[in-house]
Every structure is written in structure tokens, then in C-alpha cells.
T-cell receptor
Framework: KAGVTQTPRYLIKTRGQQVTLSCSPI?????VSWYQQTPGQGLQFLFEYFSETQRNKGNFPGRFSGRQFSNSRSEMNVSTLELGDSALYLC??????????????FGEGSWLTVV | AQKVTQAQTEISVVEKEDVTLDCVYE???????LFWYKQPPSGELVFLIR??????QNEISGRYSWNFQKSTSSFNFTITASQVVDSAVYFC??????????????FGKGTKLSVKP
């Protein structure tokens, strides 16, 4: 069974640009969430999508956005990149069969460097 | 507010030693879930265990064991007879119940474990 797949794995962008990251969840998983990992702030929750709707959101500025498609695949976008956006962005998926506390499985992440 | 504290930033042991990684959590919710993840240098967070707040039984999986104590709000992780392949950053995480929806993970800062041959 394939795991969570994220693309691209590595990318370098310039300040002011925007970036789109892609995530394919584990087959059958309907909930997709995104996390940012930096050395200073650690792992922080960005947002979660279920059935193409954002269901939960962390404390990040509006430059961070996402969406989910009908096949549960998800993308996140960061506009007007800042140096502080350099991070590992992790996508995760869970089954979410109507109960809380499902196990969340993570992908390998997308390493973003902003120069 | 919810919070997870992993007081040990880095631990270094010699192969075959036992090592315990500490995790203390804070929440006012009565229903919550605790997780441990392992992060090797590749970046992927590898799921190790999930425990809900109503199940205080300790668990053993091979060389790994977990001790959940609600009285002290702790969920500690022990590796017995450590191996070099156990070298990684380990994260403890808390999830609270958002009225039946999935909820998000609140992570500790992680403990970097180095196992030397």
C-alpha cells in the first residue's frame, strides 16, 4: 500500500515568489493535513481538509492556503515568500471514518528554501 | 490550552543501552490521544504508537515500550537494547477531540537520540 506522497521533495525559491506543494494521501484516506517544521518553531499545524473543505486551521497568515480535490489529493500554496518560510512542509493523511483520533500518517515532506 | 513537553533535547547512548524518552502533556480535555513518531534524517515522520486517554495499559512492541500515566500526565517511551538504527529525532504528540472531527497534532520539540556503536 503506497504511503503519503509529496512533490516536489526539494525546491529553492526567491523571496516574493509563490510556491505550490502537492500531496497524494494514502488510498482511501479522506483527511489531509499540512504541517510546517522549522528549527525554531518545531512542528506546527497549518490546516486540515476533508471532502474538499478546510475543516481546521492553525495560526498562520493568509499567505498560506490550501485546497483538496475530489480524489482527496491536496495542494498547499504559499504566496509572497519570505525567508522565514524556509522549512520542511509535511503532508499527512488519515482515514477519518467519522471517529476522532485516527492515526495520522506522514509523507517525506517537501524541503523549501527561500533565498 | 494544550501543550507537550519533551524536556530532553538530546540523548546519546552506546549501543545495547536502554534509553527512556520523556513526554509530559497538558490538556483539560478528558478525551485525547497521544502519539509517538520517529523522524530519521530523510524527514518523514514514522508512526510508532497511538494511545487514547481511556487506555492506560502499557504497551510493548519488540524493543519498544510505552508507559502511560494519567496521574502524572506522562507518556514515556523506552527503547531496550538500543541499536544504531534507532538514531533519530523522536516526537511525542497530543491530539484532542474536536467534536468528532479528526483534530490536529500538537507536537513536543522532539528528542534527538544518538546511538553510538
Amino acid at each position: 500500500k503506497a504511503g503519503v506522497t509529496q512533490t516536489p521533495r526539494y525546491l529553492i525559491k526567491t523571496r516574493g515568489q509563490q510556491v505550490t506543494l502537492s500531496c497524494s494521501p494514502i488510498s482511501g484516506h479522506r483527511s489531509v493535513s499540512w504541517y510546517q517544521q522549522t528549527p525554531g518553531q518545531g512542528l506546527q499545524f497549518l490546516f486540515e481538509y476533508f471532502s474538499e473543505t478546510q475543516r481546521n486551521k492553525g495560526n498562520f497568515p493568509g499567505r498560506f492556503s490550501g485546497r483538496q480535490f475530489s480524489n482527496s489529493r491536496s495542494e498547499m500554496n504559499v504566496s509572497t515568500l519570505e525567508l522565514g518560510d524556509s522549512a520542511l512542509y509535511l503532508c499527512a493523511s488519515s482515514l477519518d471514518a467519522g471517529t476522532a483520533g485516527n492515526t495520522i500518517y506522514f509523507g517525506e515532506g517537501s524541503w523549501l528554501t527561500v533565498v | 490550552a494544550q501543550k507537550v513537553t519533551q524536556a530532553q533535547t538530546e540523548i546519546s547512548v552506546v549501543e545495547k543501552e536502554d534509553v527512556t524518552l520523556d513526554c509530559v502533556y497538558e490538556t483539560r480535555d478528558t478525551t485525547y490521544y497521544l502519539f509517538w513518531y520517529k523522524q530519521p534524517p530523510s524527514g518523514e515522520l514514522v508512526f510508532l504508537i497511538r494511545r487514547n486517554s481511556f487506555d492506560e495499559q502499557n504497551e510493548i512492541s519488540g524493543r519498544y515500550s510505552w508507559n502511560f500515566q494519567k496521574s502524572t500526565s506522562s507518556f514515556n517511551f523506552t527503547i531496550t537494547a538500543s541499536q544504531v538504527v534507532d538514531s533519530a529525532v523522536y516526537f511525542c504528540a497530543l491530539m484532542v477531540n474536536y467534536g468528532g472531527s479528526q483534530g490536529n497534532l500538537i507536537f513536543g520539540k522532539g528528542t534527538k537520540l544518538s546511538v553510538k556503536p
